[in-house]
């Protein structure tokens, strides 16, 4: 390496030059130059400044110094200096060493000459690190004002606080050093070493002065590895924990500026120890982690950087994928050699071979393989060096110390004290000679070995199992002191790019059919309707007119026509109707509007398969357009129509509950039917269509759930929960990409979701993917405590407006609850329940969304989760949603098994005796059921199915004759929730108690609410019988028997009434 000579001509910008010719060289090929032009506000270093240099220095080797250039009363300094050094790939100046190590540049005072001084002194001033970096990322040149720092000798900067003094630096070079494919499919790695927390207590700071290092290795150039090797750690007492922010400093071992050490814009941030990516990260070690915070540590704060070349990028993912630990060794080392007396060249070598307090933690780079993951920080635990447990957690064979043992001792006894990096200097170069030397020295010593073999053998297997045995002891001091490792790794680029979101809406458009809007119907039933009455009010004018022209009109005060003279003159109209062709022409008028009736109010477009089919419709249809014409006459007469029966419009709650209770008593085809009224209420309800798929997952009916799920998407396509079920559909279906798709989209659009989080996982770990499904869990327990924080902050504002929540959908869903809202108080309700049960999970958290769809599959791979995860016993919400899902799957015996293991966690808790009740029920066990639901009923806070509750305690009561308690457990499930049954429940119970008053009302209210129950209509045929009334009692009977009374002790009773009174069957 040439010291330049003469520098270029300067820029537009630059001072002319007054440099001397001969210090700069030619512009080279792969020549990196760079040109200090000038500095600026020199006096806040030092005031009375008159002559200064600039050297620039890089790799430990000094390029050059400038002229020596006179200081303006201003403190500027123009040097125009350039120096340059040669780049290569596979040289000592490479990417590997542009991307670790900056330009040292230093300004240097020259003193005036005294009388009897031969040479002129130097002194100097202060230094600037120069980030070489952009050049790796494109740029071939750039100008930077990097800021000079005054050096420990110098004058204080105190003396011009608001100077601002530094160095205008131009770096160029003739062409970029990475080529376009090393640029976009490289990537560049910084490793930074903040602290080691908790030593050892044999970390003094008195006695033998020590280096603490520590190392790991990556890969660079292919397959070749780089050792980032971190050394000169502070040794700090207790005290208070390291400031933050706190800046990020460089690796530069012999720098006299302090301050130069900062890498500007680069700081150490910190966060809460949730957030960390590495162990003890857990609530239960936060006090651990403050208290080693503040004690005995050593401080590093540096930052190492590497670049990563295409092929290295994908050995990193390779390797990561093979192992996902990686080592990172750490030492403490005597800065000064160990005896000043004369050593033999076997026992240098041995001792340049030794580690002292040689530990490692093992790095978890799993999280780098996810998609969109650039970083990784958090506290690593150091253990004990041995080489067996290394090469088991990391695969690895060699320590990387131990190979760089020799550098090590160069450094050691070079760079031991402060100063200028000459020393360092000298080192670097000697590195190759010290090599070989200990190559020669390692072959001579197996020569003298080997020649000594039987005399020697026994002795140095034991000195050699002595020495390991030592360096053992001294590395388990680390795991006593609970040592750990603060450490943070971090990427420029993701290994995994994330998918774009939109892409992702793009792909999950393409999926769901397109949704046009319905056409506009200018007709429909109504107007087929109204046409009708038209052309029947058009012809009764027209034979009205008919009648008036054959037989005059009737004067109003002549009196009624006879029977005998109507009848004649309706034979004659007839008559001329049919001879002059009109009442054909009448029919051709009415046979259009009936054809719209036909196809719009009966949706009749098809041919009829049977003539029985035909004839009935025909009868039918007649029936109607009869009906319609008197209709039609009364309106055209002027006469009042006939108002039509009131019709009861049920809510959607309504038929929500009526839905539910359809399922809970096994009538799926009545649920379907009021799953069906909600949604042609509403199609454009969202919530309608995931509670129908919900239904149909329950009937095992996968591909009809899938079409309500994407019904309900086409609907909103940002709807996470919409996109969830989808995606489990999906994974039910076998459709596996589809429901990728689904669920990267969730969690996407729903940052926050805790479940969309946990449902992603579940479904990568069904894959075999396990570290995007690690990736994903963590994800989601981020989200899950960040919103149990937020609810304990807001604990009593969160408390009422769960309880406002809570009682206005109890029994009706999630409907008009924000999603977040829902997992957020769903979060604080089981933060806040107490009863000494480990927190809310994820696992738990998705287990409840996925029992309100039905989702089996999803909830047992959620249970089995938990099972796993609760080291400390599980909860009593745990063994509570198996049963249920037990329960679901009629498994009684499991179920009884977990329901015994959550009464004995939490005892008070009601949805567990409700489900024991439930269990005992479908048992027939009706005595252990009762007392279940009669201490559910009891308790201060209500389960979860009260609504259930009631109407089987109910219909316990009504079986055990007991009706005074069956009435009011059924009137209070009016109170709460009222349905047709439950109204039958009342209705029973006072008729049974021969209170047929209020027995009526309750079982019209019943029909009213359902006009297709069976067993309603019998009890009201029963009511009629009592009250004598025999037209109703026959009508009540003959609508039971159609509707197909399945009881067949209250038919018998029915029948057995009828016989004892003699009448209310119409075929005696």
């Given at each position: 390496?040439?010291?330049?000579?003469e520098?270029p001509?300067?820029?537009?910008?630059?001072?002319?030059?007054?440099?001397?010719?001969?210090e700069?060289?030619p512009?080279?090929?792969?020549?990196?130059?760079?040109?200090?032009?000038?500095?600026?506000?020199?006096?806040?270093i030092?005031?009375?400044?008159?002559?200064?240099?600039?050297?620039?220095?890089?790799?430990?080797?000094?390029?050059?110094?400038?002229?020596?250039?006179?200081?303006?009363?201003?403190?500027?300094?123009?040097?125009?200096?350039?120096?340059?050094?040669?780049?290569?790939?596979?040289?000592?100046?490479?990417?590997?060493?542009?991307?670790?190590k900056p330009?040292?540049?230093t300004?240097?005072e020259?003193?005036q000459k005294e009388k009897?001084q031969?040479?002129?002194?130097?002194?100097?001033?202060?230094?600037?690190?120069?980030?070489?970096?952009?050049?790796?990322?494109?740029?071939?040149?750039f100008?930077?004002l990097a800021?000079?720092?005054?050096?420990?000798?110098?004058?204080?900067?105190?003396?011009?606080?608001?100077?601002?003094c530094?160095?205008?630096?131009?770096?160029?070079t003739?062409k970029?050093?990475?080529?376009?494919?090393?640029?976009?499919?490289?990537?560049?790695?910084?490793?930074?070493?903040?602290?080691?927390?908790?030593?050892?207590?044999?970390?003094?700071?008195?006695g033998?002065?020590?280096?603490?290092m520590?190392?790991?290795q990556?890969p660079?150039?292919?397959?070749?590895?780089?050792?980032?090797l971190?050394?000169?750690?502070?040794l700090?007492l207790?005290g208070?924990k390291?400031?933050?922010?706190?800046?990020?400093?460089?690796?530069?071992?012999n720098?006299?500026?302090?301050?130069?050490?900062?890498?500007?814009?680069?700081?150490?941030?910190g966060?809460p120890?949730?957030d960390?990516?590495?162990?003890?990260?857990k609530?239960?070690?936060?006090?651990?982690?403050?208290?080693?915070?503040?004690?005995?540590?050593?401080?590093?704060?540096t930052?190492q950087?590497?670049?990563?070349?295409?092929?290295?990028?994908?050995i990193l993912?390779?390797?990561i994928?093979?192992?996902?630990?990686?080592p990172?060794?750490?030492?403490?080392?005597?800065?000064?050699?160990?005896?000043?007396?004369?050593?033999?060249?076997?026992?240098?070598?041995?001792?340049?071979?030794?580690?002292?307090?040689?530990?490692?933690?093992?790095?978890?780079?799993?999280?780098?393989?996810c998609p969109?993951?650039?970083r990784?920080?958090?506290?690593?635990?150091?253990?004990?060096?041995?080489?067996?447990?290394?090469?088991?957690?990391?695969?690895?064979?060699?320590?990387?110390?131990?190979?760089?043992?020799?550098?090590?001792?160069?450094?050691k006894?070079?760079?031991?004290?402060?100063?200028t990096?000459?020393?360092?200097?000298?080192?670097?170069?000697?590195?190759?000679?010290?090599?070989?030397?200990?190559?020669?020295?390692?072959?001579?010593?197996?020569?003298?070995?080997?020649s000594?073999?039987?005399?020697?053998?026994?002795?140095?297997?034991?000195?050699?199992?002595?020495?390991?045995?030592?360096?053992s002891?001294?590395?388990?001091?680390?795991?006593?002191?609970?040592?750990f490792?603060?450490?943070?790794i971090?990427?420029?680029?993701?290994?995994?790019?994330?998918?774009?979101q939109e892409?992702?809406?793009?792909?999950?458009k393409?999926?769901?059919?397109?949704?046009?809007?319905?056409?506009?119907?200018?007709?429909g039933?109504?107007?087929?309707?109204?046409?009708?009455?038209?052309h029947?009010?058009?012809?009764?004018?027209?034979?009205?007119?008919?009648?008036?022209?054959?037989?005059?009109?009737?004067?109003?005060?002549?009196?009624?026509?006879?029977?005998?003279?109507?009848?004649?003159?309706?034979?004659?109209?007839?008559?001329?109707?049919?001879?002059s062709?009109?009442?054909?022409?009448?029919?051709?008028?009415?046979?259009?509007?009936?054809?719209?009736?036909?196809?719009?109010?009966?949706?009749?477009?098809?041919?009829?398969?049977t003539?029985?089919?035909f004839?009935?419709?025909?009868?039918?249809?007649?029936?109607?357009?009869?009906?319609?014409?008197?209709?039609?006459?009364?309106?055209?007469?002027?006469e009042?129509?006939?108002?039509?029966?009131?019709?009861?419009h049920?809510?959607?709650?309504q038929?929500?509950?009526?839905?539910r209770?359809?399922?809970?008593?096994?009538?799926?085809?009545l649920?379907?039917?009021?799953h069906?009224?909600?949604?042609a209420?509403?199609?454009?309800?969202?919530?309608?269509?995931?509670?129908?798929?919900?239904?149909?997952?329950?009937?095992?009916?996968t591909l009809?759930a899938?079409?309500?799920?994407?019904e309900?998407?086409?609907?909103?396509?940002?709807?996470?929960?919409?996109?969830l079920?989808?995606?489990?559909?999906?994974?039910?279906l076998?459709?596996?990409?589809?429901?990728?798709?689904?669920?990267e989209?969730?969690?996407?659009?729903?940052?926050?979701?805790?479940?969309?989080?946990t449902?992603?996982?579940?479904?990568?770990?069904?894959?075999?993917?396990?570290?995007?499904?690690?990736?994903?869990f963590?994800?989601?327990?981020k989200?899950?405590?960040?919103?149990?924080?937020?609810e304990?902050s807001?604990?009593?504002?969160?408390?009422?407006?769960?309880?406002?929540?809570?009682?206005?959908?109890?029994?009706?869903?999630?409907?008009?609850?924000?999603?977040?809202?829902?997992e957020?108080?769903?979060?604080?309700?089981?933060?806040?329940?107490?009863h000494?049960?480990?927190p809310?999970?994820?696992?738990?958290?998705?287990?409840e969304?996925?029992?309100?769809?039905?989702?089996?599959q999803?909830?047992?791979?959620?249970?089995?989760h938990?099972?796993?995860?609760?080291?400390e016993?599980?909860?009593?919400?745990?063994?509570?949603?198996?049963?249920?899902?037990c329960?679901?799957?009629?498994?009684?015996?499991?179920?009884?098994?977990?329901?015994?293991?959550?009464i004995?966690?939490?005892?008070?808790?009601?949805?567990?005796?409700?489900q024991?009740g439930?269990?005992?029920?479908?048992?027939?066990?009706?005595q252990?059921?009762?007392?279940?639901?009669?201490?559910?009923?009891?308790?201060?806070?209500?389960?979860?199915?009260m609504?259930?509750?009631?109407?089987?305690?109910?219909?316990?009561?009504?079986?055990?004759?007991?009706?005074?308690?069956?009435k009011?457990?059924?009137?209070q499930?009016?109170?709460?929730?009222?349905?047709?049954?439950?109204w039958?429940?009342?209705?029973?119970?006072?008729?049974?108690?021969?209170?047929m008053?209020?027995?009526?009302d309750?079982?019209s209210?019943?029909?009213?609410?359902?006009?297709?129950n069976?067993?309603?209509?019998?009890?009201?045929?029963?009511?009629?019988?009592?009250?004598?009334?025999?037209?109703?009692?026959?009508?009540?009977?003959?609508?039971a028997?159609?509707?197909?009374?399945?009881?067949p002790?209250?038919l018998?009773e029915?029948?057995?009434?009828?016989?004892?009174?003699?009448?209310?069957?119409?075929?005696?």
């Open positions: 390496m040439e010291v330049p000579a520098p001509a300067p820029k537009e910008s630059s001072p002319p030059d007054t440099s001397d010719p001969g700069s060289q512009l080279l090929t792969n020549v990196v130059q760079i040109t200090v032009v000038k500095a600026q506000d020199l006096k806040s030092k005031s009375d400044a008159s002559m200064t240099l600039v050297r620039v220095e890089y790799n430990g080797v000094t390029l050059g110094d400038s002229s020596k250039t006179d200081v303006s009363p201003h403190g500027m300094a123009n040097y125009n200096f350039t120096a340059s050094f040669e780049y290569s790939p596979d040289g000592p100046n490479s990417w590997v060493d542009i991307a670790q330009a040292l540049l300004v240097i020259v003193l009897k031969k040479e002129e002194k130097t002194m100097p001033l202060g230094q600037a690190v120069l980030d070489l970096l952009p050049l790796l990322q494109g740029q071939c040149s100008t930077v800021p000079l720092h005054a050096v420990s000798t110098s004058p204080s900067e105190s003396l011009h606080p608001e100077g601002k530094a160095l205008e630096v131009s770096v160029c003739k970029p050093l990475l080529s376009p494919s090393q640029l976009s499919d490289g990537n560049f790695m910084s490793v930074t070493l903040e602290a080691a927390c908790s030593v050892p207590e044999a970390f003094v700071p008195n033998p002065s020590h280096n603490y520590a190392c790991l990556v660079a150039v292919g397959k070749k590895e780089v050792p980032l971190f050394m000169n750690g502070i700090k207790g208070d390291e400031p933050l922010p706190r800046p990020k400093k460089w690796f530069l071992p720098i006299m500026a302090p301050g130069a050490l900062n890498i500007p814009n680069s700081f150490i941030l966060g120890y949730e960390e990516d590495g162990e003890l990260n609530t239960k070690d936060r006090e651990f982690r403050i208290r080693a915070e503040s004690k005995k540590r050593i401080v590093w704060d930052e950087r590497c670049y990563l070349d295409p092929a290295a990028v994908l993912k390779k390797r994928a093979e192992c996902q630990y990686w990172v060794e750490v030492c403490r080392m005597p800065m000064t050699p160990s005896s000043k007396g004369k050593t033999s060249k076997a026992d240098k070598g041995d001792e340049d071979r030794q580690i002292f307090f040689h530990g490692v933690a093992y790095v978890n780079m799993m999280p780098l393989l969109g993951v650039k990784i920080r958090g506290a690593f635990r150091v253990f004990a060096y041995q080489d067996s447990e290394v090469l088991e957690k990391t695969k690895r064979q060699q320590s990387v110390l131990r190979d760089l043992r020799p550098q090590i001792s160069l450094i006894e070079g760079s031991g004290t402060p100063g990096s000459s020393s360092l200097s000298r080192a670097v170069p000697s590195k190759t000679q010290k090599e070989d030397k200990e190559k020669m020295t390692r072959e001579h010593e197996l020569h003298r070995r080997m000594n073999l039987t005399r020697t053998q026994l002795s140095d297997a034991a000195e050699e199992a002595a020495s390991a045995s030592s360096l002891l001294d590395g388990k001091q680390y795991v006593e002191a609970g040592t490792l603060v450490m943070e971090k990427l420029d680029k993701a290994l995994v790019p994330k998918r774009q892409e992702l809406t793009k792909r999950v393409e999926m769901i059919p397109p949704r046009p809007l319905l056409p506009p119907r200018p007709g039933a109504k107007k087929a309707v109204e046409d009708y009455h038209n029947v009010a058009n012809i009764a004018v027209a034979i009205l007119s008919e009648y008036h022209e054959l037989f005059g009109k009737q004067p109003p005060d002549q009196g009624a026509t006879d029977h005998q003279t109507l009848e004649e003159q309706r034979r004659q109209l007839n008559f001329e109707l049919n001879s062709g009109k009442y054909f022409a009448f029919k051709e008028q009415l046979k259009y509007a009936v054809v719209k009736i036909v196809r719009e109010k009966y949706l009749k477009t098809t041919a009829f398969e003539q029985e089919q004839q009935a419709f025909l009868s039918e249809l007649y029936v109607y357009l009869v009906d319609q014409m008197h209709v039609a006459l009364n309106q055209l007469l002027y009042e129509a006939a108002s039509p029966v009131p019709r009861i049920m809510t959607d709650e038929l929500w509950l009526y839905a209770e359809a399922e809970v008593n096994k009538d799926y085809k649920a379907s039917l009021y069906q009224q909600r949604i209420k509403d199609q454009r309800n969202i919530q309608y269509w995931l509670d129908y798929g919900a239904f149909c997952l329950l009937l095992e009916d009809k899938q079409e309500c799920f994407r309900a998407l086409s609907l909103d396509p940002r709807h996470v929960r919409s996109l079920l989808c995606g489990i559909v999906a994974v039910m076998q459709h596996y990409e589809e429901a990728e798709i689904f669920f989209d969730a969690c996407c659009l729903g940052p926050s979701s805790v479940v969309a989080r449902l992603s996982g579940l479904f990568y770990e069904l894959q075999n993917n396990n570290i995007q499904a690690e990736m994903a963590r994800e989601a327990k989200r899950l405590q960040a919103q149990q924080a937020r304990r807001n604990a009593g504002e969160g408390k009422k407006t769960m309880s406002a929540t809570s009682v206005g959908s109890s029994s009706l869903g999630p409907e008009g609850v924000p999603e977040a809202a829902e957020e108080a769903s979060a604080s309700e089981t933060d806040s329940e107490g000494g049960e480990p809310c999970t994820i696992f738990m958290k998705a287990v969304f996925l029992m309100q769809f039905n989702a089996i999803f909830v047992r791979m959620a249970l089995a938990e099972l796993l995860s609760q080291q016993g599980l909860s009593s919400a745990y063994y509570l949603a198996l049963a249920r899902m329960l679901l799957k009629e498994e009684f015996s499991k179920c009884e098994e977990c329901l015994y293991n959550a004995r966690i939490d005892f008070l808790n009601p949805d567990v005796w409700a024991k439930h269990l005992c029920y479908l048992r027939r066990d009706l252990e059921a009762k007392e279940c639901y009669e201490r559910t009923v009891r308790f201060v806070e209500d389960a979860e199915d609504h259930f509750v009631y109407l089987r305690l109910g219909s316990i009561y009504l079986e055990d004759k007991e009706y005074g308690k069956a009011q457990i059924y009137l499930a009016c109170k709460s929730s009222a349905s047709c049954l439950t039958l429940g009342v209705g029973i119970a006072c008729y049974r108690l021969e209170e008053v209020e027995a009526e309750a079982l209210e019943a029909n009213a609410l359902n006009n297709s069976a067993e309603v209509w019998a009890y009201l045929a029963l009511v009629c019988l009592q009250g004598g009334r025999q037209l109703e009692a026959e009508q009540c009977y003959k609508y028997t159609k509707l197909g009374l399945a009881d002790a209250l018998q029915l029948h057995a009434t009828q016989q004892r009174l003699g009448f209310g069957d119409p075929s005696f």
